[in-house]
């Protein structure tokens, strides 16, 4: 766990700050304990662009809250700002969100920017408690009951039912009888902190700035490679190794990238401007693929060709020939390999002599070979002539700080193949980071593109996600008793007729009710009514 000292940068912070918490212990020189930097501060001084300064500027002692006392001003005029226009105004004009209970924890107001961050709307909500947003799987947990529990201000971050993460800063207001009579809640969204985190990661990022491509049709741009933190070793060693001939194993799952480091390394060599060549040995039947590899005579075996035909190696030859699921390579053919990787040297099937290639070898599979050694299923002086350097290149869910980088690339290439110009959510950013891509890298990629091609607005959200991704939204819908069913029906064809005649007459017109009944209500259900004019 990294610890934070005073003289740290935000930007440094920001990178180390961990996922989920609202708060850090910071340190001086000496490793005493001076404050905290929360997440609030932190994200504070990111929009102040204080990205160089240190941390010591955003520290808080957690001093318990002072004044939190309201001796002078009556509860009926806070009651009545709450309600008024101006009330309205000044927090819409907000960017963060505002969310105002009395001091039961019932909801009096949200403002615009909270509907914006959660996506709960006002007719959900103005009126209920507390209690029941939790009850149904809105929010994760309330800050405005911490508050008025503890009498004090209260930080806390919440899950909403959409997948977003919000952090949460209820203060209490007292009464000269020091009862909580209101909460102010101000509401920031910490996915926003999170995205500027991985932009700061994933400018730091090395990609490598080679546009060079592959001969033949096994071509990769180089430009296209993220190296998040996880792999810059990775590919550190392969640029070192790629100026040898070393074999070379690379181990790992399924579309982790085996193959395009393989590629990687043979760009980065002296044998790039010949061939680089990759044969699945699993994907062709165990009595071809010794012809494959070191091809034949003439009449070697029924069916062959008359003239012959040359194998892989010598096609290959002064170039690099990726192997991959070499675990799947027939045990008699093991010996055979054996002795090109010894000597360079192979026969063609039929034949007696032996042929000299200069081939550089980079195999790769997802199984574990040493226990496929220990099984006997694989030679164990091939292993290890073929395991001089060894990749254990991590799955995708162990290079979260990748994720991000690598969606926004594939974005950018399949907006450009479709003519496209689809962008991502923050929330659904930070919901595929913490996906656990069970096809990696190819499957990232898949799902880029079957996003730009199958959505139809420009902004993908987390609703845009395939059902085997999708966070669960509002589990508890369908919990409802009927009562309450009907009950929030009625208060949304309300709030809708409402918003679209503006007076209670028109409104009670339309929905075939008379106008006290509506009145009547609006009032049960805490709408306000104080623009009617009839
Ligand atoms: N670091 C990376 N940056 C960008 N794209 C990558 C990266 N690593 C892999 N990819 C892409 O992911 C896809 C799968 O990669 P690759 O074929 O190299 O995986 P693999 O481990 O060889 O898979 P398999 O074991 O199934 O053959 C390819 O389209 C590749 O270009």
């Given at each position: 766990m990294t610890k934070f000292y005073s003289d740290m940068t935000v930007e440094e912070a920001i990178s180390c700050f961990p996922i989920g918490s609202t708060e850090v212990e910071v340190l001086d020189d000496s490793e005493d304990f001076i404050g905290f930097l929360t997440i609030e501060a932190l994200s504070a001084a990111v929009q102040q662009s204080d990205l160089t300064k240190p941390i010591s500027h955003f520290i808080t002692v957690n001093a318990p809250l002072q004044?939190?006392?309201?001796?002078?001003?009556?509860y009926d005029q806070f009651q009545a700002f709450f309600e008024s226009d101006l009330c309205r105004v000044v927090f819409n004009a907000l960017y963060d969100g505002v969310y105002i209970t009395d001091g039961d924890g019932t909801t009096l107001f949200i403002n615009q920017a909270y509907q914006r961050i959660t996506g709960i709307r006002e007719e959900e909500i103005i009126g209920k408690p507390m209690s029941y947003l939790i009850e149904q799987g809105m929010i994760s947990v309330s800050a405005s009951l911490d508050s008025i529990r503890t009498k004090n201000q209260v930080t806390l971050t919440q899950r909403i039912r959409n997948g977003r993460k919000i952090i949460v800063s209820a203060t209490p207001i007292l009464s000269p009888?020091?009862?909580?009579i209101f909460v102010i809640n101000s509401v920031r969204d910490i996915t926003e902190l999170i995205r500027m985190k991985y932009t700061i990661d994933s400018q730091k990022l090395s990609f490598q700035p080679i546009s060079q491509l592959l001969p033949g049709s096994e071509q990769v741009n180089l430009q296209e490679i993220i190296i998040g933190p996880s792999t810059t070793p990775l590919f550190k060693l392969a640029d070192k190794v790629a100026k040898t001939d070393a074999k070379i194993l690379l181990q790992g799952e399924t579309g982790v990238g085996k193959s395009l480091i393989a590629k990687y390394i043979h760009a980065k060599?002296?044998?790039?401007?010949k061939i680089f060549l990759e044969l699945n040995c699993g994907a062709i039947p165990a009595n071809l693929v010794e012809s494959e590899l070191f091809g034949y005579e003439p009449g070697a075996f029924t069916g062959s060709l008359k003239n012959g035909k040359m194998g892989i190696f010598e096609k290959v030859n002064g170039g690099t020939l990726f192997l991959d699921e070499?675990?799947?390579?027939p045990l008699e053919l093991q010996v055979k390999l054996l002795k090109v990787v010894e000597e360079n040297k192979f026969m063609r099937v039929g034949s007696t002599e032996m042929k000299e290639v200069d081939v550089r070898l980079i195999t790769a599979t997802h199984r574990d070979l040493a226990s496929l050694v220990q099984e006997g299923s694989f030679r164990e002086d091939l292993y290890y002539r073929l395991n001089i350097v060894s990749f254990e290149v991590p799955p995708l869910r162990q290079r979260k700080e990748e994720t991000i980088p690598l969606l926004e690339m594939y974005l950018k290439k399949f907006n450009e193949k479709y003519n496209e110009k689809k962008k991502m959510t923050p929330e659904c950013y930070e919901w595929l980071t913490n996906y656990s891509w069970p096809g990696n890298i190819r499957e990232l990629a898949s799902l880029a593109e079957r996003l730009v091609v199958t959505t139809y607005d420009d902004t993908i959200d987390?609703?845009?996600?395939?059902s085997f991704i999708q966070p669960v939204l509002s589990k508890k819908t369908t919990t409802h008793s009927l009562k309450e069913a009907v009950s929030e029906l009625e208060r949304s064809l309300i709030l809708n007729a409402m918003k679209k005649y503006g007076t209670t007459r028109a409104a009670a017109i339309s929905l075939d009710i008379s106008q006290s009944a509506l009145v009547q209500k609006m009032k049960k259900f805490h709408m306000r009514l104080e623009n009617e004019s009839n």
């Open positions: 004044n939190l006392r309201n001796y002078s001003i009556p009888q020091n009862e909580v060599s002296s044998r790039k401007e070499i675990g799947d390579l987390l609703s845009n996600l395939p």
